[in-house]
């Protein structure tokens, strides 16, 4: 059993040049009044860092890209932590030859542009707590569905 709910509304818009990721679709979540959201966006950067998981040191290592890079996709979702809206952002980002990076959105990472659309969810809270398992805030696990 997953937690359902659904889609209210759907907000587009766009941070300008400078902005931080992450900081920036924070504030449009708090002024909006947002606790659940599906995030899309597309657009270019012009500094990122992109963080890998390492499971075996339970840390993120980050990748830094200091060039004009473009964002092919970036996916992700706000739920809450703290009871506050809580940003979580994977991008694929390329560079000027094209070739292609990706990885866990981390701060530092600032846009040239960005477009993005939020579909805004109503219904039960979606909160993430801290997993001893995987040192990380996830959301609890979806019970008959978790099997060890
Ligand atoms: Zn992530």
Do not use: C
């Not at 990721?21 to 504030?27: D, I, M, R, S």
């Amino acid at each position: 059993m997953a937690t359902v709910l659904s889609v209210e509304r759907v907000l587009m818009g766009r941070l300008g040049p400078g902005e931080d990721v992450l900081e920036g679709l924070t504030a449009v979540s708090v002024e909006n009044g947002i606790r659940a959201a599906v995030l899309q966006a597309v657009g270019a950067t012009r500094e990122a860092v992109l963080g890998f998981y390492d499971q075996e040191d339970l840390a993120y290592r980050d990748h830094r890209f200091d060039a004009p890079m473009e964002i092919l996709s970036l996916t992700g979702n706000i739920s809450l932590k703290d009871g506050s809206p809580f940003v979580h952002v994977h991008a694929m980002l390329s560079d000027e030859q094209g070739r292609a990076f990706g990885g866990h959105v981390m701060p530092g990472t600032r846009v040239f542009a960005l477009e993005y659309s939020l579909q805004v969810l109503d219904g039960p809270e979606l909160a993430r707590e801290y997993d001893p398992e995987t040192h990380l805030f996830l959301w609890p696990r979806s019970g008959s569905a978790a099997l060890g």
